[in-house]
């Protein structure tokens, strides 16, 4: 499914999505594409990193974590 919308940008961002565009030899229009894939995998290899630490805390660092609370 394909969604239209219209974005409204400020010369700054128009400035960098034309910078970025360019680097991509790609249109603005893939460019931000390209940009909101980006971020979104950065947000996810980032919650992926949180939640592979917690796995380590509740696991591996169980038994210090416990003592740490009882002191």
């Given amino acids: 499914m394909v969604m239209a919308m219209t974005l409204r940008l400020d010369a700054d961002h128009d400035t960098m999505i ?10 603005k229009h893939e460019a931000v594409l390209r940009a909101i894939e980006l ?4 947000i996810s290899v980032k919650q992926r990193g949180i939640e592979r630490a917690r796995e380590i805390l509740r696991t591996r660092d169980k038994e210090l974590l416990e003592r740490l609370a009882d002191a």
Avoid: G, V
């Fill in 18 to 27: 034309i910078r970025l565009a360019t680097q991509l030899k790609c249109s």
């Fill in 39 to 42: 971020a979104d995998e950065r």
